[in-house]
């Protein structure tokens, strides 16, 4: 079974709240609250896919990223490698751009959130970095 690689963004304002967009209840995981992102395409390098994804998702690009963690998980029908980057600054005013709920959440309401198993230790780290446990 092959690998998805996927970019990921931890998307902080200026308060350091974080940006949660919804799943489609028709994709895999569906209807459960993720960090935004997708799929680095053969050959693209990681930056520029969370760039691309940010854009194609949210109308934002993002001008200050570093990154946060790598995540191996396996789902049983799918295996993904999670490439998890903070953006800590970016431009434009994000708007959902496929009609996906969006939500600025507090560090410490992150719990109150169903995520895919594989964003859980992204959860995990964000809380423990800005030391924001509910």
């Known amino acids: 079974m092959a690998q998805v690689h996927v970019a990921v963004g931890v998307v902080l304002d200026g308060a350091n709240n974080i940006l949660l967009t919804r799943r489609a209840d ?3 995981q569906g209807g459960l609250w993720e ?3 997708g799929k680095v395409e053969a050959g693209e390098p ?3 896919a969370l760039a691309r994804e ?3 998702e949210l ?3 993002p001008v200050a990223t570093e990154p946060l963690i790598e995540i191996h998980h396996d789902y049983g029908d799918k295996q993904v490698l999670l490439d998890v980057h903070v953006v800590t600054a970016f431009s434009g005013e994000p708007v959902p751009q496929e009609g996906q709920p969006m939500r600025w959440v507090q560090v410490a309401g992150l ?4 995520f895919p198993a594989a964003n859980v230790p992204i959860v995990r780290v964000v809380q423990a970095r800005w030391g924001l446990t509910a």
């Open 26 to 28: 028709d994709a895999h």
């Open 54 to 56: 940010l854009l194609e």
């Open 111 to 114: 719990d109150d959130y169903d």
């Open 46 to 48: 990681v930056l520029e």
């Open 35 to 37: 960090f935004p992102g």
């Open 59 to 61: 109308g934002i690009d």
